[in-house]
């Protein structure tokens, strides 16, 4: 089993960058698919960005590629969400999602562990 915890997030104007990070308790860290949602309100769960264990390969959301960059330092048992270029459109709440997995996931759904979010604002 495996904690995630989010942090990173917070009030940026449009155009700003934040870096996104979660930690992740447990010794298996690096045998994790791990992924990055967003919930907006008003708005249906989104997925963001999902990394492989190894960080060989990763895929985006269209609305969210060539801006943001997932990554992640096994090492250090973090995941990492860089996002540049934000615009009013990406505020939501962030979410970290973990499966024990070789595969790329996508799907909410298919992830077993979640943090508890944090927030991201971008103000016009």
């Known amino acids: 089993q495996v904690q995630l915890v989010e942090s990173g997030g917070g009030l940026v104007q449009a155009g700003a960058s934040l870096r996104l990070s979660c930690g992740a308790s447990?010794?298996?860290?690096?045998?994790?698919?791990m992924g990055w949602f967003r919930h907006a309100p008003g708005k249906e769960r989104e997925f963001v960005a999902a990394?492989?264990?190894?960080?060989?390969?990763?895929n985006y959301a269209d609305s969210v590629k060539g801006r943001f960059t997932i990554s992640r330092d096994n090492a250090k048992n973090t995941l990492y969400l860089q996002m540049n270029s934000l615009t009013p459109e990406d505020t939501a709440v962030y979410y970290c999602?973990?499966?024990?997995?070789?595969?790329?996931?996508?799907?909410?759904?298919?992830?077993?562990?979640w943090g508890q979010g944090t927030q991201v604002t971008v103000s016009s």
């Open positions: 999602a973990a499966r024990t997995t070789w595969t790329l996931i996508t799907r909410a759904g298919d992830y077993d562990y």
């Open positions: 447990g010794r298996t860290f690096s045998r994790y698919t």
């Open positions: 990394i492989t264990w190894s960080g060989g390969s990763t």
